[in-house]
């Protein structure tokens, strides 16, 4: 990935000019994400609105101003036709695409 794009993910330039620690920290549910930020082990981006952050009260929300919307993209396989994968697909479309 281009330090760019790797920049923005971990949330550099940090205030105190220093770099963000390298990964990799794997997870695999949102649940251990949160643990690893409670652990002090990593940082999460999420949607203002998202309730899922309020699961834990040993966390807490900062809002992040100055962020430059970001593009979303949802990739299927042509032939999927597991119903779940439509549905995923029109959720997004209704929650993520602004009116011009």
């Given at each position: 990935?281009?330090?760019?794009?790797?920049?923005?993910?971990?949330?550099?330039?940090?205030?105190?000019?220093?770099?963000?620690?390298?990964?990799?920290?794997?997870?695999?549910?949102?649940?251990?994400?949160?643990?690893?930020?409670?652990?002090?082990?990593?940082?999460?981006?999420?949607?203002?609105?998202?309730?899922?952050?309020?699961?834990?009260?040993?966390?807490?929300?900062?809002?992040?101003?100055?962020?430059?919307?970001?593009?979303v993209v949802?990739?299927?396989?042509?032939?999927?036709?597991?119903?779940?994968?439509?549905?995923?697909?029109?959720?997004?479309?209704?929650?993520?695409?602004?009116?011009?």
């Amino acid at each position: 990935m281009t330090a760019p794009w790797t920049g923005f993910w971990r949330l550099e330039p940090r205030a105190d000019g220093s770099p963000a620690p390298l990964g990799p920290l794997l997870v695999d549910t949102f649940e251990d994400k949160l643990e690893a930020v409670a652990d002090g082990r990593a940082i999460a981006l999420v949607p203002a609105d998202d309730p899922r952050g309020a699961l834990r009260n040993d966390l807490v929300a900062v809002p992040v101003e100055g962020i430059e919307p970001c593009q979303v993209v949802v990739a299927t396989r042509s032939a999927d036709a597991n119903p779940l994968v439509a549905h995923f697909r029109e959720s997004a479309k209704n929650l993520l695409v602004r009116e011009a």
